[in-house]
């Protein structure tokens, strides 16, 4: 492993002034499931890893409307949050699925997400949910929503001298209900080979699904909305027919490559799997 | 059966506190005043031609000690088959190669000098799979190995494992029903927690004393000591010490390159050098479970009795040889004993391939043969139209029976066992509905009474009692982890009449300990615990000896119960052993008692047919499986796990029972998840991310059912049980599945992919 300088700043303002002076030799790192593992495997060789650990705004769960989760908020607080396991359950189930306790006790969301692993936990849920983000850095702020920050394995749209600050969710709208499954080997500590989420808005007199959203992981280079999907089953009765299909449509639209977890072939199968699972799940 | 005051006992491990506190000194542990960091540089090639190691750097850097490659040390060849050396020069033969070693002050500059080493190479072609290496003209991985009848270059090792009883031909003629499969086992590697590792110092006069984690203290200091003779060091001692051992499985079974290198550091700087792998090394450069292609008939008559087994393996031995390769020598067990067969045959190679290179693991080669008799006995049961139970019921080993390889069956519980399992899952009623979930089950021989495959067999005993009734118990033995100096002091403390908690058992030491053929082969509870029991046995001679004169009272009518001498007869006469042996020593020609035992059990070296009685009692089994398969993603769950073992007798039922859910852990393991990747000989997935074990969530429960038979040779009635129970796993998993959704897996493991193809297969048929 590359030797490294650790920094641990008192603030978000010195943290932006410290990725001004070190550029690219620099790297922030939250629990650091990610990043020292990611260092002892030489995929990554800071000088200097920037803490973001104790510093003030980046560790609260709050709002009324807009949920305001911190980026350095972690996986198990997310998980025990009566607030996110009543209004974003879907966030609540993933989160607890990520890793072992031990690792959700240090990895953060904002983590989770810069990591931008294909397979990332959170992902599909906080796509449902139409997230956006909301990113800091000397220059001032931005907010995008969450489909855009992700550019690639491993790339998003942060820029260097940038800090995901925190992450806002929207209330979904009255009558939602949703499903977050993940396919893995095994029952605990393992990536995803394939996970999904569903979210449907159903009308509660007609039946009719006014609203859906469907998000996949680990089958593309980054995690995505399947809007074709989408598409199939919105402002429609859901039957046997439309689920399958919206599943034939995902399982298409998505692309998955092969490697040691799954083979592409398996990956493409279990979404269409899935997300008509998913999609039964949410209606009963 | 008899009832005992600390046999039969559930008492925890002896160790266990100072396990669970983390106060246990394993080798990460150990550290010596002035000790150097060794550290390995691997081969970046699955095979070339070494044209030129460059150093330089390397031993510029300050803080490092010595650099060494194959160019600068002795020639020392070790291993089973003598084919492998500490470092390699002229060529590598696999990703796993140790090309040049380093000794620094701290593990971050030997790592940081390992990369300062340029080699290179000249590419050669490789070969991966050992029938391709079996061709004519495929690339040889030893050049200089010749085999067969003309004495050509081959990859075939010479080693011609052939066992015939009977004419399998004639056996095949008589059969009403014949089943013939190709089944395929892939590489495991034992994930052992505590990685390996190794320290060697050597004394002013050239003596080595070695911190190792070994299984086989004896052997290994005997290979070090011809280590030794190679390096010029004729005569010299080797005196080997055991940390605590973070669990073997048969991966320290033999001496590895890196244990040899850190004796090369350690005599060139005069300091002592520890070597520690880390979980990668640990994934690459250990030896696994090896790979086999298997190829088995066996045919059956209308009613069921077994006609014959017919058995080729192609076992992938890797670059270089260790004990794996000798695997087949206790796969014949199950191929000639499971069950009763008339007429039996199995042949089979071992290939040199630019793999990694294989070793032993936990079962010896029979998980892998039991995986493709038993599944195939469901086959052939299927065949018949026999329901599998009734299948095993009528071919089931008898006690008396001696089976077409000579083994003489005393004790067998496998009717037992058979019968418990079918009871705890329900079989007549869950079996063979196909609805997604299905039973099955499959069974096991093993030995139990330890394994002559070397010379000797035995493990010596030294016991000392001191002035207050402590019992120093000096063992030949290995504690690694699964319990031996606990059951070790339950033994003594039951023949002897004195508390558990008197026993101190030594093991650590072979300037100490006595000689002992290692902790393999399911045999330390037997043959160290004989040993142990005969040494007792004679200090208990003793112990009433002194006593005798100090109670007036004849030696046969006393009895030792609880730290108490007292008479039989005259419950007046009775005395503190403590008092007893102060006594007996504290006098004029005083008396310390103490005694020793060389158990060496009656059992036979496999003849150059390899027949014989390999082991002096067999261990039998069954597991039990109900799974559910999920058809659309091809997911398997197990609802019910049952193991059923003949045990001769439970020692100590809590650690045996702890055996049971290991191995059929592990086992579930080999059949479901765990596979070490290699992709072109490399190993893809060194970490426990991709190489997938159970968690504690995946594990089920597993129910393991005791069948007493009470051996007459074991002790108190024991038989070995370190191995069973991960022997018969997969084929019952891989049977239950068949019952589920119809469809048979024949390669491990047994992934939702393989289910899910094998499920198309079918509904496009």
């Not at chain 1, 006014?210 to 859901?238: H, S």
């Not at chain 2, 067969?341 to 892998?368: D, E, I, L, W």
């Given at each position: 492993?590359?030797?490294?300088?650790?920094?641990?700043?008192?603030?978000l303002?010195?943290?932006?002034?410290?990725?001004?002076?070190?550029?690219?030799?620099?790297?922030?790192?939250?629990?650091?499931t990610?990043?020292?593992?990611?260092?002892?495997?030489?995929?990554?060789?800071?000088?200097?890893?920037?803490?973001?650990?104790?510093?003030?705004?980046?560790?609260?769960?709050?709002?009324?409307?807009?949920?305001?989760?911190?980026?350095?908020?972690?996986?198990?607080?997310?998980?025990?949050?009566?607030?996110?396991?009543?209004?974003?359950?879907?966030?609540?189930?993933?989160?607890?699925?990520?890793?072992s306790?031990?690792?959700?006790?240090?990895?953060?969301l904002?983590?989770?997400?810069?990591?931008?692993?294909?397979?990332?936990?959170?992902?599909?849920?906080l796509?449902?949910?139409?997230?956006?983000?909301?990113?800091?850095?000397?220059?001032?702020?931005?907010?995008?929503p969450?489909?855009?920050?992700?550019?690639?394995?491993?790339?998003?749209a942060l820029e260097?001298?940038?800090?995901?600050?925190?992450?806002?969710?929207?209330?979904?709208?009255?009558?939602?209900?949703?499903?977050?499954l993940?396919?893995?080997r095994?029952?605990?500590?393992?990536?995803?080979?394939?996970?999904?989420?569903?979210?449907?808005?159903?009308?509660?007199?007609?039946?009719?699904?006014e609203?859906?959203?469907?998000?996949?992981?680990?089958?593309?280079?980054?995690?995505?909305?399947?809007?074709?999907?989408?598409?199939?089953i919105?402002?429609?009765?859901?039957?046997?027919?439309?689920?399958?299909?919206?599943?034939?449509?995902?399982?298409?639209?998505?692309?998955?490559?092969?490697?040691?977890?799954?083979?592409?072939?398996?990956?493409?199968?279990?979404?269409?799997?899935?997300?008509?699972?998913?999609?039964?799940?949410?209606?009963? | 059966?008899?009832e005992?005051?600390?046999?039969?006992?559930?008492?925890p491990?002896?160790?266990a506190?100072?396990?669970?506190?983390?106060?246990?000194?394993?080798?990460?542990?150990?550290?010596?005043?002035?000790?150097?960091?060794?550290?390995?540089?691997?081969?970046?090639?699955?095979?070339?031609?070494?044209?030129?190691?460059d150093?330089?750097?390397?031993e510029?850097?300050?803080?490092?000690?010595?650099?060494?490659?194959g160019?600068?040390?002795?020639?020392?060849?070790?291993?089973?088959?003598?084919?492998?050396?500490?470092?390699?020069?002229?060529?590598?033969?696999?990703?796993?190669?140790?090309?040049?070693?380093?000794?620094?002050?701290?593990?971050?500059?030997?790592?940081?000098?390992?990369?300062?080493?340029?080699?290179?190479?000249?590419?050669?072609?490789p070969?991966?799979?050992?029938?391709?290496?079996?061709?004519?003209?495929?690339?040889?991985?030893?050049?200089?190995?010749?085999?067969?009848k003309?004495?050509?270059p081959?990859?075939?090792?010479?080693?011609?494992?052939?066992?015939?009883?009977?004419?399998?031909?004639?056996?095949?003629?008589?059969?009403?029903?014949?089943?013939?499969?190709?089944?395929?086992?892939?590489?495991?590697?034992?994930c052992?927690?505590?990685?390996?590792?190794?320290?060697?110092?050597f004394?002013?006069?050239?003596?080595?004393?070695?911190?190792?984690?070994t299984?086989?203290?004896?052997?290994?200091?005997?290979?070090?000591?011809?280590?030794?003779?190679?390096?010029?060091?004729?005569?010299?001692?080797v005196?080997?010490?055991?940390?605590?051992?973070?669990?073997?499985?048969?991966?320290?079974l033999?001496?590895?390159?890196?244990?040899?290198?850190?004796?090369?550091?350690?005599?060139?700087?005069r300091?002592?050098?520890?070597?520690?792998?880390?979980?990668?090394?640990?994934?690459?450069?250990?030896?696994?479970r090896?790979?086999?292609?298997?190829?088995?008939?066996?045919?059956?008559?209308?009613?069921?009795?077994?006609?014959?087994?017919?058995?080729?393996?192609?076992?992938?031995?890797?670059?270089y040889t260790?004990?794996?390769?000798?695997?087949?020598?206790?796969?014949m067990?199950?191929?000639?004993?499971?069950?009763?067969?008339?007429?039996?045959?199995?042949?089979?190679?071992?290939?040199?391939?630019?793999?990694?290179?294989s070793?032993?693991f936990?079962?010896y080669?029979?998980?892998?043969?039991?995986?493709?008799?038993?599944?195939?006995?469901?086959?052939?049961?299927?065949?018949?139209?026999?329901?599998?139970?009734?299948?095993?019921?009528?071919?089931?080993?008898?006690?008396?029976?001696?089976?077409?390889?000579?083994?003489?069956?005393?004790?067998?519980?496998?009717?037992?066992?058979?019968?418990?399992v079918?009871?705890?899952?329900?079989?007549?009623?869950?079996?063979?509905?196909?609805?997604?979930?299905?039973?099955?089950?499959?069974?096991?021989?093993?030995?139990?009474g330890?394994?002559?495959?070397?010379?000797?067999?035995?493990?010596g005993?030294?016991?000392?009692?001191?002035?207050?009734?402590?019992?120093?118990?000096?063992?030949?033995?290995?504690?690694?982890?699964?319990g031996?100096?606990?059951?070790?002091?339950?033994?003594?403390a039951?023949?002897?009449?004195?508390?558990?908690?008197?026993?101190?058992v030594t093991h650590?030491?072979?300037?100490?300990?006595?000689?002992?053929?290692?902790?393999?082969?399911?045999?330390?509870?037997?043959?160290?615990?004989?040993?142990?029991?005969?040494?007792?046995k004679?200090?208990?001679?003793?112990l009433?000896?002194?006593?005798?004169?100090?109670?007036?009272?004849?030696p046969?009518?006393?009895?030792?119960r609880?730290?108490?001498?007292?008479?039989?007869?005259?419950?007046?006469?009775?005395?503190?052993?403590?008092?007893?042996?102060?006594?007996?020593?504290?006098?004029?020609?005083?008396?310390?008692?103490?005694?020793e035992?060389?158990?060496?059990?009656?059992?036979?070296?496999?003849?150059?047919?390899?027949?014989?009685?390999?082991?002096?009692?067999?261990?039998?089994?069954?597991?039990?499986?109900?799974?559910?398969?999920?058809?659309?993603?091809?997911?398997?769950?197990?609802?019910?796990?049952?193991?059923?073992?003949?045990?001769?007798?439970?020692?100590?039922?809590?650690?045996?029972?702890g055996?049971?859910?290991?191995?059929?852990?592990?086992?579930?393991?080999?059949?479901?998840?765990?596979?070490?990747?290699?992709?072109?000989?490399?190993?893809?997935?060194?970490?426990?991310?991709?190489?997938?074990?159970?968690?504690?969530?995946?594990?089920?429960?597993?129910?393991?059912i005791?069948?007493?038979?009470?051996?007459p040779?074991?002790?108190?009635?024991?038989?070995?049980?370190g191995?069973?129970?991960?022997?018969?796993?997969a084929?019952?998993?891989?049977?239950?599945?068949?019952?589920a959704?119809g469809?048979?897996?024949?390669?491990?493991?047994?992934?939702?992919?393989?289910?899910?193809?094998?499920?198309?297969g079918?509904?496009?048929k």
């Amino acid at each position: 492993m590359k030797k490294f300088d650790y920094l641990k700043p008192q603030s978000l303002e010195e943290v932006l002034s410290l990725l001004n002076q070190f550029g690219t030799k620099a790297k922030l790192i939250g629990g650091g499931t990610d990043a020292i593992v990611m260092q002892r495997q030489n995929k990554i060789s800071p000088d200097l890893f920037i803490s973001l650990r104790g510093i003030p705004g980046l560790d609260h769960i709050e709002g009324n409307g807009l949920l305001k989760i911190g980026a350095m908020v972690t996986h198990r607080a997310i998980e025990q949050s009566p607030l996110i396991r009543e209004r974003f359950p879907l966030l609540s189930e993933a989160s607890g699925l990520l890793g072992s306790v031990q690792i959700r006790n240090v990895a953060t969301l904002g983590g989770n997400l810069c990591t931008a692993s294909p397979s990332a936990e959170t992902a599909p849920p906080l796509l449902v949910y139409e997230a956006e983000v909301h990113l800091i850095s000397q220059k001032g702020e931005r907010r995008i929503p969450l489909e855009s920050f992700f550019l690639g394995p491993g790339e998003t749209a942060l820029e260097q001298k940038e800090v995901l600050k925190e992450i806002l969710l929207q209330p979904p709208p009255p009558n939602s209900r949703g499903a977050y499954l993940k396919l893995g080997r095994r029952k605990a500590m393992d990536l995803a080979v394939v996970n999904v989420a569903v979210l449907l808005t159903l009308n509660p007199k007609t039946g009719i699904c006014e609203r859906a959203r469907i998000a996949l992981g680990a089958v593309a280079p980054t995690p995505i909305r399947v809007r074709e999907a989408e598409n199939i089953i919105e402002g429609n009765q859901l039957n046997d027919e439309l689920i399958r299909k919206a599943g034939e449509m995902a399982k298409h639209t998505c692309s998955p490559i092969s490697d040691i977890r799954a083979s592409s072939e398996y990956r493409r199968e279990m979404v269409g799997v899935l997300v008509e699972k998913a999609i039964r799940q949410s209606l009963t | 059966m008899t009832e005992f005051i600390n046999v039969g006992k559930r008492i925890p491990k002896s160790d266990a506190q100072e396990k669970v506190t983390g106060k246990a000194i394993y080798i990460q542990d150990l550290k010596i005043p002035g000790m150097l960091w060794g550290k390995i540089l691997y081969s970046h090639h699955p095979h070339a031609r070494i044209l030129n190691i460059d150093t330089s750097e390397a031993e510029k850097l300050p803080g490092v000690k010595a650099v060494l490659t194959g160019y600068n040390i002795p020639t020392i060849k070790f291993g089973f088959y003598k084919d492998n050396t500490p470092l390699k020069s002229n060529k590598v033969c696999s990703y796993r190669d140790e090309v040049a070693a380093v000794a620094a002050i701290d593990p971050d500059i030997a790592e940081e000098a390992i990369n300062l080493i340029k080699v290179e190479y000249e590419l050669l072609p490789p070969v991966f799979d050992p029938e391709e290496a079996m061709k004519e003209g495929a690339p040889l991985i030893h050049e200089d190995h010749l085999g067969g009848k003309e004495k050509k270059p081959t990859n075939i090792l010479n080693i011609p494992w052939k066992l015939v009883a009977g004419d399998v031909e004639e056996g095949r003629k008589n059969s009403d029903y014949v089943a013939e499969n190709r089944f395929k086992v892939t590489w495991v590697t034992h994930c052992c927690m505590g990685t390996s590792g190794c320290i060697a110092q050597f004394d002013p006069r050239d003596n080595l004393t070695i911190y190792s984690n070994t299984q086989i203290p004896s052997l290994a200091q005997r290979d070090f000591t011809e280590a030794l003779s190679a390096m010029g060091l004729q005569g010299k001692k080797v005196r080997l010490i055991k940390a605590t051992i973070g669990g073997a499985f048969g991966s320290k079974l033999d001496t590895y390159p890196y244990e040899y290198i850190a004796i090369l550091l350690a005599h060139r700087t005069r300091k002592p050098v520890k070597i520690i792998f880390s979980r990668e090394e640990e994934f690459f450069a250990t030896s696994p479970r090896q790979a086999a292609i298997i190829d088995i008939a066996q045919g059956c008559k209308k009613d069921g009795t077994l006609t014959f087994r017919d058995v080729r393996m192609v076992l992938d031995n890797g670059a270089y040889t260790s004990w794996g390769a000798t695997t087949p020598s206790v796969m014949m067990m199950p191929i000639s004993s499971l069950y009763k067969v008339p007429h039996v045959r199995y042949v089979a190679k071992c290939v040199y391939t630019n793999n990694t290179y294989s070793q032993a693991f936990r079962g010896y080669g029979n998980p892998q043969a039991t995986f493709a008799i038993e599944s195939q006995i469901d086959s052939l049961a299927e065949m018949a139209g026999i329901d599998p139970l009734d299948f095993r019921l009528r071919n089931a080993n008898t006690p008396g029976e001696v089976t077409p390889q000579r083994f003489k069956v005393g004790t067998c519980g496998l009717r037992e066992c058979i019968d418990a399992v079918a009871q705890r899952l329900d079989w007549r009623q869950n079996r063979g509905k196909r609805d997604g979930r299905g039973v099955g089950m499959a069974s096991l021989i093993h030995v139990g009474g330890g394994a002559r495959v070397y010379k000797s067999d035995g493990c010596g005993t030294i016991i000392k009692v001191d002035d207050f009734g402590t019992v120093n118990v000096i063992t030949g033995a290995t504690d690694m982890g699964q319990g031996a100096d606990t059951v070790i002091a339950q033994i003594v403390a039951e023949e002897l009449g004195v508390r558990i908690q008197d026993v101190v058992v030594t093991h650590t030491d072979t300037d100490i300990c006595p000689w002992d053929v290692g902790a393999h082969a399911s045999r330390t509870t037997f043959v160290a615990g004989n040993s142990a029991k005969m040494a007792a046995k004679k200090v208990k001679e003793q112990l009433l000896e002194v006593a005798s004169r100090s109670l007036g009272e004849v030696p046969e009518n006393l009895e030792i119960r609880d730290r108490m001498v007292f008479s039989k007869i005259d419950p007046e006469k009775k005395s503190p052993l403590g008092k007893v042996l102060r006594a007996a020593h504290y006098t004029t020609g005083g008396k310390m008692v103490m005694a020793e035992y060389f158990y060496d059990p009656p059992n036979e070296n496999l003849d150059k047919e390899f027949k014989g009685n390999l082991s002096v009692t067999y261990a039998y089994g069954t597991h039990g499986v109900e799974v559910e398969v999920d058809k659309t993603t091809g997911q398997v769950n197990i609802l019910k796990y049952i193991a059923a073992h003949d045990v001769g007798r439970a020692v100590n039922p809590m650690l045996l029972e702890g055996q049971v859910y290991g191995g059929a852990a592990m086992g579930i393991g080999y059949a479901l998840m765990e596979q070490l990747v290699l992709n072109n000989g490399k190993v893809i997935n060194p970490d426990f991310r991709d190489y997938k074990i159970l968690t504690a969530s995946d594990i089920p429960t597993i129910e393991a059912i005791t069948i007493e038979t009470d051996d007459p040779f074991g002790p108190f009635g024991a038989k070995g049980i370190g191995e069973p129970g991960l022997v018969p796993t997969a084929p019952a998993i891989a049977n239950a599945i068949y019952d589920a959704i119809g469809v048979r897996i024949k390669d491990l493991p047994i992934t939702p992919e393989k289910i899910l193809a094998a499920l198309k297969g079918k509904d496009s048929k």
